[in-house]
């Protein structure tokens, strides 16, 4: 049976907050919630064949009902493992799939899927066919402008072409090309140039397609300025070191007349989702590892950050102290 999904239904998100492994968990997607009500937001990258093979499935899938919308991005290359992972992802309620043939890591590609696959579309196809075919998410792919030498246009543009036959939703562009050889990943997000005016122009002759850019946004006035030539803007590392730059997202991205938070009130409205996890036998650092980057820029923030994660870190962070802290923060007017 297939699931196809009309055109219409296709969701537009103007900005999403970029899968990231061992920052994008559901912690920090909660703090993202709390900053954007409307963002779209991804979990860190999961190999599919794991999500299939392992009996602690919730451990990959759980996430909190408040982050819709949320996708879910899967690595893999099997079209069987993927249309698995597909199923359990819609029967999980994630209101979409993506799918990353842009991660440059010798880990991933050497288990031929990433930014390797990128040289085999005909494959990503098949991969992005049985996602498609076996759950009525819309399924979407992230993926660079080249991978090695098959780094000209035509490539590029054959790829897109190729997966959108395949019934891809939507395109996020990492404007760089990956170099798999002789750059790790952290190097594979800053030595290759970014090239906008490629994904620039992929957009121009592919009006039909959804393409979201992605690669070295800084703030929300460039983001603005990229939504004149595309259809949505991802962000990745800036919103993670610097999440309150980017606190007036829904006034200035989505137009929604609401005041941008400050930092404490962000903290207090998470306060309950803290309590929650603590009593669930959670460790209060797997949430404040994230929130100690909210403070930056405040007078004083190396001291609140130290006195977080030093009580954090040996166990001893309580509410009552975080709640003490973040008035204190208030107080001062942040
Ligand atoms: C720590 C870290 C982990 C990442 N993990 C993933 C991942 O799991 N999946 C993915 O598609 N991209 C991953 N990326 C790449 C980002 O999604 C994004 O494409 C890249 O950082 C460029 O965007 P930026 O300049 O806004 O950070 C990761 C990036 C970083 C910094």
């Known amino acids: 049976m297939s699931f196809n999904q009309p055109n219409s239904t296709k969701n537009i998100h103007k900005l999403s907050i970029a899968p990231m492994m061992d920052c994008t968990d559901k912690h920090f997607r909660m703090i993202m919630r709390k900053i954007s009500s409307k963002a779209l937001l991804y979990t860190e990258m999961i190999v599919a064949q794991s999500l299939i093979y392992t009996n602690k499935k919730e451990n990959f899938l759980n996430f909190n009902n408040e982050e819709h919308p949320i996708s879910i991005q899967f690595g893999g290359d099997d079209p069987l493992i993927l249309k698995e992972a597909a199923r359990m992802a819609q029967d999980w309620g994630y209101d979409e799939i993506n799918f990353n043939v842009g991660c440059p890591s010798p880990r991933v590609c050497s288990g031929n899927f990433g930014a390797s696959l990128m040289k085999d579309p005909e494959k990503v196809a098949k991969c992005i066919n049985s996602l498609k075919n076996n759950c009525n998410l819309?399924?979407?792919?992230?993926?660079?402008?080249?991978?090695?030498?098959?780094?000209?246009?035509?490539?590029?543009?054959?790829?897109?072409?190729?997966?959108?036959?395949?019934?891809?939703?939507?395109?996020?562009?990492?404007?760089?090309k990956a170099i798999l050889k002789g750059l790790n990943p952290k190097q594979n997000r800053t030595i290759p140039p970014l090239k906008y005016d490629v994904v620039k122009k992929l957009k121009k002759i592919n009006p039909d397609l959804?393409?979201?850019?992605?690669?070295?946004?800084?703030?929300?006035?460039?983001?603005?300025?990229?939504?004149?030539d595309f259809d949505g803007v991802m962000i990745g590392r800036s919103v993670y070191k610097h999440p309150l730059r980017w606190s007036d997202i829904d006034q200035k991205i989505y137009k929604?007349?609401?005041?941008?938070?400050?930092?404490?009130?962000?903290?207090?409205?998470?306060?309950?989702?803290?309590?929650?996890?603590?009593?669930?036998?959670?460790?209060?650092?797997?949430?404040?590892?994230?929130?100690?980057?909210?403070?930056?820029?405040?007078?004083?923030?190396?001291?609140?950050?130290?006195?977080?994660?030093?009580?954090?870190?040996?166990?001893e962070l309580d509410i009552e102290y975080l709640i003490k802290l973040t008035t204190r923060l208030e107080e001062m007017g942040y």
């Open 138 to 176: 819309p399924v979407t792919i992230k993926h660079r402008i080249g991978v090695d030498n098959d780094d000209s246009f035509m490539h590029l543009n054959n790829f897109v072409r190729c997966i959108a036959n395949a019934g891809a939703d939507r395109f996020t562009v990492h404007a760089r």
């Open 256 to 315: 929604i007349k609401t005041k941008a938070k400050s930092a404490s009130q962000i903290i207090f409205s998470l306060i309950p989702y803290i309590e929650r996890h603590l009593s669930n036998g959670g460790e209060s650092w797997d949430i404040c590892k994230h929130l100690i980057n909210l403070v930056e820029g405040i007078p004083k923030a190396k001291i609140w950050r130290s006195q977080i994660s030093n009580k954090s870190i040996k166990k």
């Open 210 to 228: 959804l393409i979201e850019i992605n690669g070295g946004f800084t703030d929300i006035d460039e983001s603005l300025e990229a939504l004149n």
